[in-house]
């Protein structure tokens, strides 16, 4: 990024904000957005439990350069995934599902 893009995002990023709280907007009755901002009631634990995996299902860390140890083989995952354990499913002979949590790849 050279330094006349950082600073023209800087700048929307500035003129976004000031919309927000000093610009009425009919979406919301001429109000600004900002003065509509609740805080949640609800709150959000520090840390979420760890997944947990079913009993069949191989688990594996995802490394921080995106992949999992396999079988004497090298797999890449996702890097979004990266410290994060993922659940391997049977699903045929030699098929295999990648699940992080409840959610399947989909691969």
Request: positive net charge.
């Amino acid at each position: 990024m050279n330094i006349h893009s950082f600073w023209s995002a800087a700048a929307a990023k500035s003129i976004a904000a000031a919309t927000r709280c000093t610009r009425p907007h009919a979406s919301v009755d001429q109000e600004t957005p900002a003065s509509q901002y609740r805080p949640s009631e609800r709150a959000l634990p520090r840390r979420l439990a760890p997944l947990e995996y079913p009993g069949h299902f191989k688990v594996r860390l995802v490394s921080r350069n995106s992949g999992i140890r396999w079988q004497k083989h090298w797999v890449c995952v996702t890097h979004t995934l990266a410290g994060e354990y993922v659940g391997l499913e049977e699903v045929g002979d030699g098929l295999w599902d990648v699940y992080f949590g409840p959610l399947s790849s989909g691969a």
